[in-house]
């Protein structure tokens, strides 16, 4: 199974701040990486799939890079509503695997 | 728009089978060349692939739980349901159905999963 390792965690940030998670696997699976968003109570929401591509609706302050091992979310000036967990998770390989979670608190 | 719901018991007793069964609404579980997908997701913890179910037969499922999962689909009720038998409490967890759906970007084809139930407590305890 590909192993996936999210950083840091917990995130503690400010409304406003710039915000950087970063997710690594355990081999390259450009661009088979989506992110996803989950409030308390709710199910995963999908922000970022192939990587780098918004998914419609997501508010274009969600961003997402990176290629081989390494990949990042960014959230360009969070907003109180992003306070939240997120996941990243391939679709290189079965079975798919998902990241242990990067929880943005309030700081 | 395409819309999931799961139902089903929120309690079982240890040894027993969890049922639980997915409907779909919006649109037909027959259309389109989706991969039908229940996750499970124990109290603060993070999210586990149980499996799949296409084209109304193929299934693919967790290696750790495969002993123990059946999935099938209902194309009447345009439902699909998982049945994980055996239980312990270490199946106690929010149980999630979603669809995964492939899209095409330059160089590759790759999928993601989208939408998702609201997600059931399933508590296993006698």
């Known amino acids: 199974d590909i192993q996936m390792t999210q950083s840091p965690s917990p995130l503690s940030a400010s409304v406003g701040d710039r915000v950087t998670i970063s997710c690594r696997t355990s081999?390259?699976?450009?661009?088979?990486l989506n992110w996803y968003q989950q409030k308390p109570g709710k199910a995963p929401k999908l922000l970022i799939y192939?990587?780098?591509h918004l998914q419609s609706g997501v508010p274009s302050r969600f961003s997402g890079s990176g290629s081989g091992t390494d990949f990042t979310l960014t959230i360009s000036s969070l907003q109180p509503e992003d306070f939240a967990t997120y996941y990243c998770?391939?679709?290189?390989?079965?079975?798919?695997?998902f990241g242990q979670g990067t929880k943005v608190e309030i700081k | 728009q395409v819309q999931l719901q799961e139902s089903g018991p929120g309690l079982v007793k240890p040894s027993q089978t969890l049922s639980l069964i997915c409907t779909v609404a919006?649109?037909?579980?027959?259309?389109?060349?989706?991969?039908w997908t229940w996750f499970r997701q124990p109290p603060g913890r993070g999210l586990e692939w149980i499996g799949y179910?296409?084209?109304?037969?193929?299934?693919s499922y967790n290696p750790s739980l495969k002993s123990r999962v059946i999935m099938s689909v209902d194309t009447s009720k345009n439902q699909f349901s998982l049945k994980l038998s055996s239980v312990t409490a270490a199946d106690t967890a929010v149980y999630y159905c979603?669809?995964?759906?492939?899209?095409?970007?330059?160089?590759?084809?790759?999928?993601?999963?989208?939408?998702w139930g609201q997600g059931t407590l399933v508590i296993v305890s006698s």
């Open positions: 979603t669809r995964e759906v492939a899209g095409v970007v330059p160089g590759a084809t790759v999928n993601w999963f989208d939408p």
């Open positions: 919006g649109g037909s579980i027959t259309s389109g060349d989706y991969y």
């Open positions: 179910i296409y084209d109304n037969e193929t299934t």
């Open positions: 081999q390259s699976i450009s661009p088979y």
């Open positions: 192939a990587a780098s």
């Open positions: 998770q391939q679709s290189y390989s079965s079975p798919r695997t």
